[in-house]
């Protein structure tokens, strides 16, 4: 039998070749059987530009029928699946191709090409054009044959970054990816007639391995919108029953005076994930729709780690317990693990886990107990019934939309501004985004603007990364040990942007 996780989708299309997959906005569908054939064409077009077993493939692209197919297409020929965000600027990709050391990258035919050549790197163009991948995935015969992989051989290396800024891979493995996508069917009760409304990004693992994963397993069709739009959702809402989004999905939802029960007439489930849900947007929506928000945990380099109950009582502010075949704690410094109600970091051991960090040997095993625990970063407590909270994280970690932003990496850039002599970069609470990313410098000179930072950034870095609001001080708090006081600084903007209803 084997490993490869393309097979195991491979045997769910074969049986399920007439039934929808992916259904777009546009009107237009296709079937488990195209699908598959456009998998196999690309495969074909993979393995002409070099692509072989354990080779990375690199892809920033937008959302389309056509990236589903080549992340399944590298997965068929044993390639390693490399997602970006469509955000990051062409400086950030440098970085990326520099560490990945890709075969092939694919970028959309509107990015800006790469500047100078890669020894051994293909550059291709993810559209409908001249000279496009999508041209020649037309033109090539379709390869239906599965690569030969073990289940611990890498499938994909998702980018998330550390405190220090800079960025790590996260190896994820076949068992990793096909085991969580097991478990959350189980967990969730995936059924036959069950669709799936997916508004969420592929760069991301919540899009990509946590939503497609348990649709494509099932055989199940996907209603497959570009990005979160309210207008849309709701349009498709009713034909829908499963719908997976960050918490911004949920406030935006209800800011829509229109939105109401009729629109989720034939929902049965609405998860939530990648930040934390605010326990007034819990009760909000349970009043406003009649449904329970499922809550649930996971990282990168976890996919999915707890959720809260498809049966039984879905409690506000939990991530619920913890999954099949996976073992949470919540532990002290050395690792013991601590009794239910105290508070310490979370820990997670099971075949969700990933293999470590791409080519950081020393980082891996700083993260990893010796009893193969891996250290989260996470802060959390525990009842006595098992089910987890998250009261904190350890680390300065931002979550806006969905995303996250790491302090180091954004300060590190503004630092280089030279009307800042320094900075500190903190998330406070926001209505639509869960939290809002705020830079709080001291000016060299004269004040320190927000649309002079934002110029300033402009092209090198993401958007999302981008600070909202910049405030001006004349020195940042530190304790004796000369270290910032970023909570101090939370708390006293922590109203920066108003009052949060819901």
């Given at each position: 039998?084997?490993?490869?996780?393309?097979?195991?989708?491979?045997?769910?299309?074969?049986?399920?070749?007439?039934?929808?997959?992916?259904?777009?906005?546009?009107?237009?569908?296709?079937?488990?059987?195209?699908?598959?054939?456009?998998?196999?064409?690309?495969?074909?077009?993979?393995?002409?530009?070099?692509?072989?077993?354990?080779?990375?493939?690199?892809?920033?692209?937008?959302?389309?029928?056509?990236?589903?197919?080549?992340?399944?297409?590298?997965?068929?020929?044993?390639?390693?699946?490399?997602?970006?965000?469509?955000?990051?600027?062409?400086?950030?990709?440098?970085?990326?191709?520099?560490?990945?050391?890709?075969?092939?990258?694919?970028?959309?035919?509107?990015?800006?090409?790469?500047?100078?050549?890669?020894?051994?790197?293909?550059?291709?163009?993810?559209?409908?054009?001249?000279?496009?991948?999508?041209?020649?995935?037309?033109?090539?015969?379709?390869?239906?044959?599965?690569?030969?992989?073990?289940?611990?051989?890498?499938?994909?290396?998702?980018?998330?970054?550390?405190?220090?800024?800079?960025?790590?891979?996260?190896?994820?493995?076949?068992?990793?990816?096909?085991?969580?996508?097991?478990?959350?069917?189980?967990?969730?009760?995936?059924?036959?007639?069950?669709?799936?409304?997916?508004?969420?990004?592929?760069?991301?693992?919540?899009?990509?391995?946590?939503?497609?994963?348990?649709?494509?397993?099932?055989?199940?069709?996907?209603?497959?919108?570009?990005?979160?739009?309210?207008?849309?959702?709701?349009?498709?809402?009713?034909?829908?029953?499963?719908?997976?989004?960050?918490?911004?999905?949920?406030?935006?939802?209800?800011?829509?005076?229109?939105?109401?029960?009729?629109?989720?007439?034939?929902?049965?489930?609405?998860?939530?994930?990648?930040?934390?849900?605010?326990?007034?947007?819990?009760?909000?929506?349970?009043?406003?729709?009649?449904?329970?928000?499922?809550?649930?945990?996971?990282?990168?380099?976890?996919?999915?780690?707890?959720?809260?109950?498809?049966?039984?009582?879905?409690?506000?502010?939990?991530?619920?317990?913890?999954?099949?075949?996976?073992?949470?704690?919540?532990?002290?410094?050395?690792?013991?693990?601590?009794?239910?109600?105290?508070?310490?970091?979370?820990?997670?051991?099971?075949?969700?886990?990933?293999?470590?960090?791409?080519?950081?040997?020393?980082?891996?095993?700083?993260?990893?107990?010796?009893?193969?625990?891996?250290?989260?970063?996470?802060?959390?407590?525990m009842d006595a019934e098992g089910r987890l909270s998250i009261v904190g994280r350890a680390r300065d970690l931002v979550i806006s939309g969905g995303y996250n932003v790491y302090p180091k990496e954004v300060e590190a850039l503004?630092?280089?501004?030279?009307?800042?002599?320094?900075?500190?970069?903190?998330?406070?609470?926001?209505?639509?985004?869960?939290?809002?990313?705020?830079?709080?410098?001291?000016?060299?000179?004269?004040?320190?603007?927000?649309?002079?930072?934002?110029?300033?950034?402009?092209?090198?870095?993401?958007?999302?990364?981008?600070?909202?609001?910049?405030?001006?001080?004349?020195?940042?708090?530190?304790?004796?040990?000369?270290?910032?006081?970023?909570?101090?600084?939370?708390?006293?903007?922590?109203?920066?942007?108003?009052?949060?209803?819901?």
């Amino acid at each position: 039998m084997s490993g490869n996780f393309a097979a195991d989708l491979e045997t769910v299309f074969a049986a399920h070749g007439s039934r929808p997959a992916l259904r777009m906005a546009d009107g237009e569908s296709w079937t488990y059987s195209d699908l598959a054939e456009q998998t196999a064409r690309l495969a074909t077009v993979l393995v002409g530009a070099g692509v072989a077993p354990g080779e990375r493939v690199l892809a920033q692209v937008n959302k389309t029928p056509e990236a589903v197919a080549l992340y399944l297409a590298t997965l068929q020929v044993g390639g390693v699946y490399v997602p970006l965000n469509s955000a990051y600027t062409t400086t950030e990709v440098a970085y990326f191709l520099a560490d990945a050391q890709p075969r092939v990258f694919v970028r959309d035919a509107a990015s800006p090409a790469l500047k100078g050549e890669r020894a051994g790197l293909a550059e291709l163009t993810l559209g409908r054009g001249d000279g496009s991948l999508v041209q020649a995935m037309d033109a090539a015969q379709p390869c239906f044959e599965v690569a030969e992989r073990k289940g611990d051989d890498l499938a994909a290396l998702v980018y998330t970054s550390g405190t220090t800024g800079r960025s790590k891979g996260a190896m994820l493995t076949h068992d990793n990816i096909r085991s969580n996508a097991e478990a959350l069917r189980q967990c969730w009760g995936w059924r036959d007639d069950d669709v799936l409304l997916h508004a969420l990004p592929l760069f991301h693992v919540h899009g990509l391995f946590i939503a497609l994963h348990c649709a494509l397993l099932g055989g199940t069709p996907t209603i497959f919108l570009p990005r979160f739009d309210v207008r849309t959702v709701k349009r498709h809402l009713p034909e829908s029953t499963v719908m997976m989004g960050v918490p911004t999905f949920y406030t935006r939802l209800l800011q829509d005076a229109d939105f109401n029960r009729d629109h989720c007439r034939g929902m049965r489930l609405f998860i939530s994930g990648s930040a934390p849900l605010t326990e007034s947007t819990f009760d909000a929506w349970q009043a406003r729709t009649g449904h329970c928000i499922l809550e649930r945990y996971g990282m990168s380099e976890t996919i999915i780690n707890t959720s809260n109950p498809l049966h039984g009582e879905r409690v506000a502010g939990s991530v619920g317990f913890a999954l099949p075949g996976v073992a949470v704690r919540v532990a002290g410094e050395g690792g013991e693990p601590l009794p239910p109600g105290e508070v310490g970091g979370v820990e997670v051991r099971g075949e969700n886990v990933f293999k470590g960090y791409w080519r950081q040997p020393e980082k891996t095993a700083q993260e990893f107990r010796s009893d193969g625990y891996f250290v989260t970063g996470d802060l959390g407590v525990m009842d006595a019934e098992g089910r987890l909270s998250i009261v904190g994280r350890a680390r300065d970690l931002v979550i806006s939309g969905g995303y996250n932003v790491y302090p180091k990496e954004v300060e590190a850039l503004i630092d280089e501004l030279d009307a800042v002599d320094e900075s500190a970069v903190i998330g406070v609470p926001h209505s639509d985004f869960g939290e809002g990313v705020v830079a709080v410098v001291v000016p060299s000179g004269d004040p320190v603007s927000t649309e002079q930072v934002t110029a300033f950034l402009k092209d090198r870095l993401a958007r999302f990364k981008q600070p909202k609001r910049v405030i001006n001080v004349e020195a940042l708090p530190r304790n004796s040990m000369g270290k910032v006081q970023k909570n101090r600084l939370r708390k006293q903007f922590a109203a920066l942007f108003g009052r949060v209803p819901i």
